[in-house]
């Protein structure tokens, strides 16, 4: 359950770059989640709804998940795979020499405002 | 009303990740080291600050910020040992973020302390996901929470310096396999020091007592030269 320090760190971000370009009200927040972040969309949302309603600058705004895949690349094989399907071992030569390439981080992708 | 988009791309963490690297900074200026201490519920954090504070703490000047999301019990008991203790309340969040870390150092004072430990909530998911400026992450893994736990929480075994794997005595009771937690640890990160320690006993304690001499006086070192 750290959605909602999650939160705090989105609406914080956008509250400075509201600062930045004089922007009053968001409408609309677009996040990009790793498949294999940790985050819970559905947790995100709930901390949302109510976050958002303490601050002026985020009431009524909208938030959009884009769930990133999660990557895992094989050194043995060189080959990409699915990690949550394969998790740590790799599919196509059953090397344990992996690591995850993308989809654990949380990314603000754009906002939509005024 | 026009709404416009505007692009962003930064990683929600980013301005938590600019916190920590000015908590880093502000330790090695002071010639202090910050350890952020996690695990469970239960896992035996606040017995493991006792133990280690018995045998440093006639050394270093140490202090020790409690964070809880209620209560002053583990502070209370780390007082007791006249230790300067700190406890901090995150108000129901599961884990300290570097900006509260570094306000409750700024009430603390660390410039006349050697050593600081931060006894993060208990929880083995989300400390893991905050970066908080330490410069020793030690996590404890205890016997009872079974040696799968690295397969279950990988996170919290990868961004840890150290292991301590507390209540060792009680291996056989749980059919603990202390070399197969080792193993799945290190497959995360292979560069993990694993400690098979108990703070009801002692065991394992000059190990980790030695780790942290060292680290202690490098930084003492390096702020002597500074």
Known sequence: MHELGIVFHIIKTIEDVAAEQNLTRVSKVVLEVGEVSAVIPEYLQDCWQWACRRSPLMNGSVLQNEII????????????????????VCPHCGSEQTYLLEGNGVQIREIEAE | MEFKTTEIKERVLADNNEAAART??????????????????????TSVLLKLIERLGTQYRIGVMEADVDSDVDARTIAATGTRVIQIHTGGLCHMD???VSRALASFGVEDLDLIFLENIGNLVCPAEFEIGADVRMMILSVPEGDDKPLKYPLMFSVSDVMLVNKIDTAPIFDFDFDAAVVRARSLNAQIVCVPVSAKSGRGFDEVVQFLRMRLDERRQMHENN
């Open chain 2, 24 to 45: 880093r900074e502000r330790m090695r200026q002071s010639g202090t080291l910050l350890v952020n201490l996690m695990g469970s519920p239960g896992a035996g954090k």
């Open chain 1, 69 to 88: 895949p999660a990557v895992t690349y094989c050194e043995s094989c060189g080959k990409t795979y699915e990690t949550v399907k394969h998790a740590k």
């Open chain 2, 98 to 100: 570097a900006d509260m």
